[in-house]
Structures are given as C-alpha cells and as structure tokens.
C-alpha cells in the first residue's frame, strides 16, 4: 500500500520538477516539502501541516482531499490536530492574537451597549430643562409674549393651559395680562414624570395720561 509521501515524492519525480522549483511556485520553505516527503510532519508547525499538505497536492495535480485522507491514514493524531487551522494557544502567538482581537472587540461591544443603555436611562430619568427668554417685572402693556424652551419635556404647561412645543422644544404665547400682580406658573414634565416647575410675577401697570 502505497503511503502518502510515496505518492508525492513519485508524482514529483513523474513531472521531472525539484523541490527547489515547488517551494518557489508555493513560497513554502522547502526544508517543510522534504519533511512532507520524507513523513516527517513533526518538523513542520502544527498549524500549517495541512495547509502546506493541501497546496503541494494540488500543486502536483493530486486531489487534495485524497491527499488529507491518507495523511489521517498514515499519521495518528492527525485527525486530531487537523481541527484547527491555527497552532496550539500556548505556542502560536497568532492564536493568542486572534483570540485577544476577539475579546477586546466583543468586550468592547459590551461596554458599548452598556454604556448606551446606561446614558438612555440617565436621560430619560432626568427633569426637563426649562428655559425662558428673559421676562420684564414691570410692563405698560395689557399682554405679554412669553418665549422659551423646554428639553425632555413630553407636556408643558402654562397656569394649567397647554402649550404646544416644536421639535425642537421651543415654544411662545401672548399671555393677557389682569391690571396689577400678575403670576406665571410653568410646569413642565418629562416622559419619566419627572416635574420642573417656574414661576414668574410680572405687574401689569397701565400708563395714565397726566393733562397739563
């Protein structure tokens, strides 16, 4: 029965090519072609066995998965070790890295969504940020514009009236004024019902025409 590198080291010499020619045409150092040869697989990484096996099969016009079949014939263990295409954790430090990249990316991924969640909740467990354009304690004028912006507020209101915001959280109202004290109360609420509340007090004093 012939054996696996019987056959390569015969199809080789079939075609009349050297194992210097092989090992420029595959770039595989040609000390691993003469181990593939001679059977002795133990000089050759254990990562790469099959992968060097497999491309100088193919290169010598064998059907590779031939080749792999006597290969886990001939070797014992070699099914074993033909599980991974990369050497052993401890001794690859391809392996090491690949596993690394691979935890840091998804450790990363992790924090990320972590942190996500965490800032969307913060967010959403914070009041609403109320903001008014500045607002006269006095006026002439029996009504009033009243202008401002309120951020994360899902209602707002003004002295139990409800106004209306864009999307951008702006909003304004004339607001008619009763002669004297006159007082502004604004509530607004956030979706987690969180309440923000202002007040403003602005006297209404009518202008009197004095007759000379």
């Not at 290969?71 to 052993?88: H, Q, T, V």
């Amino acid at each position: 029965m012939e054996t696996l590198a019987a056959m390569l080291r015969r199809r080789r010499n079939e075609r009349r090519l050297s194992l210097l020619k092989a090992a420029a045409a595959l770039t595989i150092p040609q000390r691993y072609l003469q181990a593939i040869e001679s059977g002795d697989f133990q000089r050759i990484p254990l990562g790469y066995r099959r992968l060097y096996l497999r491309d100088y099969a193919r290169w010598l016009g064998i059907d590779e998965k031939h080749a792999l079949a006597l290969f886990r014939r001939d070797y014992p263990g070699a099914k074993a070790a033909s599980r991974s295409f990369l050497p052993p954790r401890k001794n690859c430090l391809i392996r090491r890295l690949f596993t690394n990249w691979q935890f840091v990316s998804i450790t990363a991924f992790i924090l990320l969504i972590i942190g996500y969640l965490g800032l969307e909740y913060y967010l959403f467990q914070r009041p609403p940020d109320l903001t008014l354009l500045p607002l006269p304690k006095k006026v002439h004028s029996p009504f009033i514009m009243v202008k401002g912006q309120a951020h994360r507020a899902i209602t707002l209101k003004l002295n139990n009236r409800l106004l209306l915001l864009d999307e951008d959280g702006n909003f304004k109202r004339k607001v008619i004024l009763m002669k004297g004290e006159n007082w502004l109360y604004f509530e607004a609420v956030s979706p987690s019902g969180k309440k923000m509340v202002l007040k403003k007090e602005i006297v209404f004093q009518p202008q009197v025409d004095t007759i000379k």
